[in-house]
């Protein structure tokens, strides 16, 4: 393994076993908002202090953006980690046992490495920039599904009404002509299942880098297709506006053509 991804692959499983001893504790947990709907408890503050740890050890020098902390600035900016302590965190609250530590690593602008930690199935997922993704060590692909109509497509739903005003007609698009939609509450993890061929896309506006970075090195390794939503969303900077389409290449310019038949026209 990369020493990069040794260091995210230490620092992911510190984060997730400490996030996993609170899993039966929530009623314990200081929880507060950051905005409506968007809560935030000791556990995600902690975990990130953890990981945050674990890279300074190993590279005091290198930048950082995590969720909770925000940025920070390294004697050397080549390389930039980007760390969701939590993702999923109204799941963990509700004891919905599907959350992940998720941890992106950008070198020199490009992301190069990502690994996802679940800590209730204790899965790993691993990618590398030209070395393929892996789930606990074993090699995986996206699904080779051929149809649309037994296609099963991931996504997220917003919660604010001018998102959703957007979102809704998508929703209608996609659903009518695939098998199934799942809003299962975790970017991370929607994009991992999507890399490992359990679901054939998926689509979500308005992500966060944290949510994502690990996420599309997976998808990417695995063999799958990125891109922007709308068609003012560039496909090489998905992290700055987070509008994304995660598919297997058969499906991508299917769901990419729906989604943007939906989306509002530009006045
Ligand atoms: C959230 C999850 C969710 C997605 C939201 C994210 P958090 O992250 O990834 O699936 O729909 O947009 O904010 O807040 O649990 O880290
Ligand atoms: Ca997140
Ligand atoms: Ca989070």
């Known amino acids: 393994m990369h020493p990069l991804v040794n260091i995210a692959v230490s620092a992911a499983r510190k984060a997730g076993n400490f996030i996993a001893r609170y899993a039966d504790r929530i009623e314990d947990l200081r929880i507060s908002t950051k905005s409506r709907n968007d809560f935030v408890s000791e556990v995600d503050r902690r975990a990130e202090a953890l990981i945050v740890d674990t890279i300074r050890r190993a590279y005091p020098q290198h930048a950082i953006l995590a969720e909770e902390s925000g940025a920070q600035q390294g004697d050397d900016d080549s390389v930039r980690w980007i760390v969701d302590p939590l993702d999923g965190t109204t799941n963990f609250l509700h004891r919905i046992p599907h959350f992940a530590v998720s941890i992106g690593v950008e070198v020199r602008g490009r992301l190069e490495h990502g690994v996802i930690y679940a800590p209730p199935t204790q899965d790993l997922y691993i990618a590398s920039h030209g070395s ?92 799958g297709l990125l891109s922007g939503v709308c068609a003012d969303d560039s496909d090489d900077d998905l992290l700055a506006h987070g509008n994304v389409v995660a598919a297997t290449p058969r499906l991508h310019p299917w769901l990419l053509e729906r989604l943007r038949r939906a989306a509002p026209k530009p006045a």
């Open 132 to 223: 393929g993704a892996q789930l606990n060590s074993r090699r995986i692909r996206v699904s080779g599904r051929l149809d649309t109509d037994s296609a099963l497509i991931g996504t997220g739903i917003p919660t604010r009404a001018d998102a959703l005003e957007a979102y809704v007609p998508m929703l209608g698009r996609v659903a009518e002509d695939t098998a199934g939609i799942r809003r299962a509450g975790a970017a991370s993890l929607d994009l991992a299942y999507v890399a490992a061929g359990r679901l054939d896309g998926f689509w979500e506006l308005g992500l966060k880098p944290w949510d994502i970075a690990a996420g599309l090195v997976l998808v990417q390794e695995a063999g």
